[in-house]
């Protein structure tokens, strides 16, 4: 038998400490192991190919004929052997964060546009003729009048058929977005604007940026207010021993997307695989180490959000024999972390104990919403079936309790976006959801203009680390 | 009478796979419907595809219940066709009475309609079923309307929806509760199916003025003690995610069953441990390679301008949902290039056993397009055609799998 270990050759240090899932399979297919890039497993000598995948959906594979005592393959996406490798970047001059973003942020898909192909071409070939004029126009500061003279000469269709691409390009100009970060308990309504919010942005891309966010152990909301849409709200997953990364990439429709970094790779690597729906390869990371309780609970640097991702990981993927008690420890150990509770009680259901899950669950008004959708859906779920079921197995008190908890919550499971791993819901108010679009002037709500920092502060090549605030 | 498939006297108390399977197309209260119309209908208008993709899922399990890791024991159909549909399903139904002929299963034509009160009783007749033995596998398709009453709370409308003598929602299934009414019991020596596989091919909009109804008068379709241990594989595939619609092709059926089957025949395979009589590996789908394979699917479905996003919760461990019997079959293109230098090459692909598996010089069409089973490959191109240009021979493993469809390059420039 061969041992046989792995080696990352991405370009970031971050990507090589990654313990990807890996797959080893013989020549004709067949699945030998699955293991991760951190261990050393034993095989037969012979050929075989390792695979892995990443968040964003990147595949690569190597070949590597194992014989003697020990064996190292080298993984990484620039093997290229696999045409599907296409997509990736090979520019050189890729930063850090960058690469980072590549192979875990999510592809962007663009909505679907009712126009026929002929529309297209039309809109195409005119729109993007007078959108260059209205560009340039707008960088001459003369756009007002050009477009005056446009709306006047060109009839109704046009305007909404063949110079949407135009449109779209003063939209993107013009469009305002604006971030604001509130902190506190918004289900009891204790919460407040950071007013002294001053965030550096750094460039680390053409049409991204990235902010750095200390943590506090209290609730941090950070809302993205752009015109014309809802405004975004996202539990930020930081603590005050840890930060968090905020990724704003301006799509081609003049929108922002914002991706959220743990400072925890491997719960950073597991939350890119839920987000992409990508199972097999979560499955494979909560059954390795990095993301164990023993590793983020009991060892010297405590990762109560990490521990958070994989306890949910391991409740998605039905692996109670491996909760044990330590949920109880998450819950009992860091008494602001809300998912504790939301965790624990979920365990607790799963186990058939309902009473004690009843109480645990209605005291998330205690600490404030979830950091993670799947806490609000676990707690939803069940203050619904335990309200709504015959069974006289609860206390009065309890259920008055569970009443006045699923009234809290609601509102905000009304607007969630369940599909993000993270909680966002919509609503200029935090405290009070909704999925009311904006109006197109948003400076009257203050926070960072994104319009105004479209150089972007910082260099693309700068890899230092992004400033903290 | 709903149970149209009937194997269980074969099964000898083995386990085996119960299906539930609804499919709405005819709402009678709706317009058109020929029934005393709802207080309001929300815009729902009649459908055409819906109850035709409940066959065609009942219908595809027929076909495939060799590749099912047990066997089917039995078939619950509740449809209720547009008139359009009902002539397609009664010669379908009559084709799978001459399909199973001389197989000693009991078959019944009759599918019930798809309202309350056979669905309540099917539901209830179904969990009996997957209450015989833990290994059983359950598995409940609904195609039709569907709305929310709250975000995550999709409730299945019926064939009665809107009847204007009950509550506007009374005859619909919040679907939740069908969930939790599968629960293993508290009773740890009471058994239940421990893999529940759940499809809800229904759209997830909130109605407009839907709160002033009172929703306690949703029927309880499954009620029971709140459970015990739950250790079920009971993943959940929607053909939508919470407020937006799911679609069909008119008349044939949804788009979300109909990637799905593909993905269950072939784009969802993956492979096994296990290796066939010729040495090639064995493939499958399972809970987790089907979701990911659905997933890919949403990138087609965008393509057609349709605003659907299939969406999956695993909610437990991966499991088998077919074994296939081939490796999956994967659309691509092989090319040379530069594409110029193709008279001067024989292009040759053999597998991983070294089996030749194609060979052409010259390539043409090129580039040339080919269905490859899934698998390594190597490519080798070889100047054939002297006197010899500025080109190289070339030899590549690639990897070809589904859901994805390849794209081979000889680069012999």
């Not at chain 2, 929607?238 to 109909?258: C, M, R």
């Amino acid at each position: 038998m061969t041992m046989l270990s792995f080696e990352l050759g991405f370009k970031t240090d971050t990507l090589n400490n990654l313990d990807l899932p890996v797959e080893i399979r013989k020549p004709n297919m067949v699945l030998v192991k699955r293991t991760s890039a951190s261990k050393t497993v034993e095989v037969s000598p012979g050929t075989y190919y390792v695979n892995f995948k990443m968040p964003a959906g990147q595949e690569a594979w190597s070949k590597v004929d194992v014989e003697g005592e020990s064996a190292r393959v080298v993984l990484s996406p620039d093997d290229k052997e696999d045409e599907s490798l296409s997509d990736v970047s090979s520019d050189e001059s890729l930063p850090d964060v960058s690469e980072v973003q590549h192979y875990f942020m999510p592809r962007h898909i663009p909505p679907p546009r009712n126009l026929s192909n002929k529309s297209r071409i039309l809109a195409g070939a005119l729109g993007g003729i007078v959108g260059a004029g209205l560009g340039y126009s707008f960088a001459e500061g003369k756009m007002w009048v050009i477009a005056a003279a446009a709306g006047a000469s060109l009839s109704p269709i046009l305007l909404s058929k063949a110079l949407e691409p135009g449109l779209a390009l003063i939209k993107r100009k013009t469009a305002e977005a604006r971030l604001r970060k509130f902190t506190g308990n918004v289900l009891m309504g204790k919460y407040s604007t950071d007013t002294e919010w001053r965030p550096e942005l750094l460039k680390i891309g053409d049409c991204s940026g990235q902010l750095t966010i200390r943590g506090e152990n209290s609730g941090q909301i950070i809302q993205l207010l752009q015109s014309g849409a809802p405004a975004v709200n996202v539990l930020l997953p930081a603590w005050e021993e840890n930060l968090c990364t905020v990724v704003l990439t301006k799509l081609p429709e003049g929108r922002y997307s914002m991706d959220f970094h743990l400072q925890n790779t491997a719960a950073d690597l597991l939350l890119g695989y839920w987000q992409q729906g990508l199972w097999q390869n979560a499955a494979s990371v909560t059954d390795s180490a990095a993301v164990s309780a023993e590793e983020l609970l009991y060892q010297k640097r405590l990762h109560p959000i990490a521990a958070s991702v994989g306890a949910y990981s391991l409740l998605r993927f039905g692996a109670l024999d491996r909760l044990h008690n330590w949920t109880e420890n998450l819950m009992n150990w860091f008494s602001w972390l809300p998912d504790g509770l939301a965790i624990r009680g979920e365990h607790l259901a799963r186990l058939g104990e309902h009473s004690e899950a009843l109480r645990v669950l209605c005291r998330l008004t205690e600490r404030g919403l979830p950091y993670f959708s799947d806490g609000l859906s676990y707690t939803v779920d069940r203050l619904r079936l335990y309200l709504g079921t015959s069974e006289k197995r609860f206390e009065d008190d309890d259920l008055q309790t569970a009443r006045e908890t699923l009234r809290l919550l609601e509102p905000f499971a009304a607007v969630t976006d369940f599909r993000k791993p993270l909680l966002t819901f919509t609503g200029l108010d935090p405290g009070k959801p909704d999925s009311k679009p904006l109006g197109r002037k948003l400076s009257s709500y203050g926070g960072l203009d994104l319009l105004r920092q479209s150089s972007w502060s910082g260099a693309a090549t700068d890899k230092r680390p992004a400033a903290t605030i | 009478m709903a149970l149209v498939f009937d194997n269980r006297s074969n099964l000898d108390n083995q386990p085996g796979l119960h299906a539930l399977i609804g499919g709405v197309s005819l709402y009678k209260h709706l317009p058109g419907g020929g029934g005393p119309p709802p207080e309001e209908d929300w815009e729902l208008p009649q459908l055409s595809a819906t109850a035709l993709t409940g066959y065609k899922i009942y219908r595809w399990l027929i076909d495939h219940q060799q590749m099912l890791p047990i066997k089917l024991a039995t078939v619950r159909l509740l449809l209720s066709p547009s008139a359009t549909e009902t002539p397609e399903i009664a010669k379908g139904m009559q084709e799978i009475r001459t399909a199973l002929a001389g197989q000693n299963v009991i078959l019944d034509d009759n599918y019930s309609p798809c309202n309350l009160q056979s669905f309540s009783d099917e539901a209830r007749a179904w969990r009996t079923d997957a209450r015989t033995n833990n290994l059983n596998i359950t598995f409940f398709y609904f195609a039709g309307h569907g709305i929310q009453r709250k975000n995550n709370d999709p409730v299945l409308l019926l064939e009665d929806f809107g009847n204007p003598s009950v509550d506007m929602l009374t005859n619909s299934v919040v679907f939740n509760k069908l969930f939790d009414g599968m629960v293993p019991q508290s009773d740890p020596s009471k058994q239940i199916a421990r893999t529940q596989l759940y499809f809800v091919d229904a759209c997830r909009v909130i109605p407009p003025n839907l709160s002033k109804y009172e929703f306690q008068n949703i029927s309880n379709i499954l009620t029971g003690d709140l459970g015990g241990v739950d250790n079920r594989s009971a993943p959940i595939f929607y053909g939508t995610v919470s407020n937006a619609k799911a679609y069909a092709k008119g008349g044939k059926q949804t788009l979300f069953s109909e990637a799905l089957i593909k993905c269950l025949e072939n784009d969802g395979g993956e492979t096994t441990d296990q290796e066939d009589e010729n040495g090639y590996a064995k493939w499958r789908v399972s809970v987790y390679s089907l979701s990911e394979a659905l997933n890919e699917k949403v990138a087609a479905i965008k393509a057609l301008d349709i605003d659907q996003e299939f969406y999956s919760i695993p909610r437990g461990q991966n499991t088998t949902i077919v074994n296939l019997n081939a490796p999956p079959q994967v659309d691509g293109m092989i090319e040379i290039e530069p594409g110029k230098a193709v008279q001067f090459f024989t292009l040759d692909l053999t597998d991983s056993l070294g089996a030749s598996v194609w060979s052409m010089s010259p390539v043409n069409p090129h580039p040339h397009p080919r269905r490859l089973p899934a698998g390594y490959y190597t490519i080798k191109a070889t100047i054939t055609n002297p006197p010899q240009p500025s080109y190289n021979n070339y030899s590549k493993t690639i990897l070809v799998k589904p859901p994805k469809d390849y794209w081979l390059k000889a680069r012999v420039g």
